[in-house]
Nanobody, 123 residues
């Protein structure tokens, strides 16, 4: 089972990036998929998550109104559209999969993790 994230890079404050995460090795259609991030010197934190149908989404307060999580179940892919980026959004972003929304919010017991992709926002 692999979760492969991509799309990170360097962007100026106010800019946009879209991250992608492709899941392989099994079908994730019944899983909630989402994103976490870890900034230098800080603990990993929840960013956003979406259920299998796309009908339920959850966001951290710090990104509400700026980030949008979506998924393409047929492609086993989850996306994170990041707009109005701020320097404090600089972090390594990780995708994850689990069957329980509360685990995303509490950042505990996540079933699957991908390797991260670095997002750097310059001021």
């Amino acid at each position: 089972v692999q979760l492969q994230a991509s799309g990170g890079g360097l962007v100026q404050a106010g800019g946009s990036l879209r991250l992608s995460c492709v899941a392989s090795g099994r079908t994730f259609s019944s899983y909630i998929m989402g994103w976490f991030r870890q900034a230098p010197g800080k603990e990993r934190e929840f960013v956003a998550a979406i259920n299998w149908s796309g009908g339920s989404r959850n966001y951290a307060d710090s990104v509400k109104g700026r980030f949008t999580v979506s998924r393409d179940t047929a492609k086993n892919t989850v996306y994170l559209q990041m707009n109005s980026l701020k320097p404090e959004d600089t972090a390594v972003y990780y995708c994850a999969a689990d069957k329980d929304f509360s685990r995303f919010v509490r950042n505990v017991g996540i079933d699957y993790w991908g390797k991260g992709t670095l997002v750097t926002v310059s001021s």
